[in-house]
């Protein structure tokens, strides 16, 4: 990766419509919000002395949240519904939370480099949704389970142990 140079004169830095969002196969315009964190949970392990002897690896916990406009969140939902239905026996209307996908973010600027982030094994497992007043747009809001967080090809933790 190139250095940063501050000021950046003439170019640009990432922003919401730099993202480009691959949802199942599906590259998406309709994303209104994308976010996601991992976290890596250790402990230390006391003995008698007031430092700690070591650590422990910890337990790895991505996590995130997709907040689709309200026409995409039914497409996504109508295509896990098709994929329970091969996958799991379901009858086209069900089983759209018990299917897993990816979620490819590809974040491009003039003047910046190409990075990919890449959500692997993502399910949805909240549905938060409805209207109100006023001149927005219907979204609906989706909590996502996550195996794995790619940042632009780099894991936080090892894939598998060896």
Known sequence: MPAITNPLINGRRYDHSSLETDLAGDITLGVKSLTYDEELSGAHIWGTHASPLATTRGQYKPAGSLELYRLEGQSLVDKLCLKAQSDLGGDGTDGWGEIAFDITCTYAEVGQPTVTDK????????????????????????????????????NMVLKALK
């Open 119 to 154: 959500l692997v094994g993502c399910r949805l497992m909240k549905r938060s949704g409805g209207s109100g007043g006023g001149t927005d747009a219907l979204t609906e809001k989706y909590d996502l389970l996550i195996m794995r967080v790619e940042s632009d090809g780099k």
